[in-house]
């Protein structure tokens, strides 16, 4: 890629600067693959981290005592989800890649308005339950580690700006191909 190229799709990716015509628009629309590419790669090795841990195994430990189980149905449960535990995991990052590779195509093709709103709607349903369970101190036992956070957040942040400027360049070239 040469240097023009990745200023203009850096352009398309700055929700400051506002596409200038059709071109810019189709950029700035589909720059929204590179969001959810940046989405994608900045969960999985959180999650799978989480799973291989031991921190899920913790937290589902701390809910069957909050619920007041038998040790039997304790011991039940740990030996179903040791049982679904790898399938959990494998079919997880499938369906991830799966589910953002099709919203990427949908959006490279169709550069639509609805996945930019939608994922900039799921950001902001995160970042407001997450706030939510830090005030009310409801936040899952243990707490994830420093090093997810520092990784999640800034991840999302930069996401939540690409998704910004898709969302304008597709509200552009919405208003651009219904004129005559």
Do not use: C
């Amino acid at each position: 890629m040469t240097r023009s190229t990745f200023d203009l799709w850096l352009r398309a990716m700055n929700p400051l600067i506002l596409p200038r015509g059709m071109a810019e628009a189709q950029r700035a629309a589909r720059s929204m693959v590179i969001g959810l590419a940046i989405a994608l790669a900045a969960s999985l090795a959180p999650t799978w981290w989480m799973f291989t841990s031991g921190w899920f195994e913790s937290a589902m430990n701390y809910e069957y005592v909050r619920m007041n189980l038998a040790p039997e149905q304790i011991a039940t449960q740990r030996a179903m989800m040791k049982v679904i535990w790898p399938y959990m995991i494998g079919f997880g990052a499938i369906f991830s890649v799966f589910l953002y590779g099709v919203l990427a195509a949908v959006q490279w093709r169709m550069m639509t308005r609805v996945i930019p709103i939608i994922m900039l709607a799921m950001i902001a349903y995160s970042l407001v339950a997450n706030i939510g369970m830090r005030l009310l101190g409801s936040l899952p036992t243990p707490e994830l580690p420093l090093w997810i956070l520092l990784i999640i957040w800034p991840a999302s942040i930069v996401s939540a700006v690409i998704y910004v400027a898709s969302l304008q360049g597709a509200m552009l070239l919405h208003r651009l191909r219904r004129e005559p």
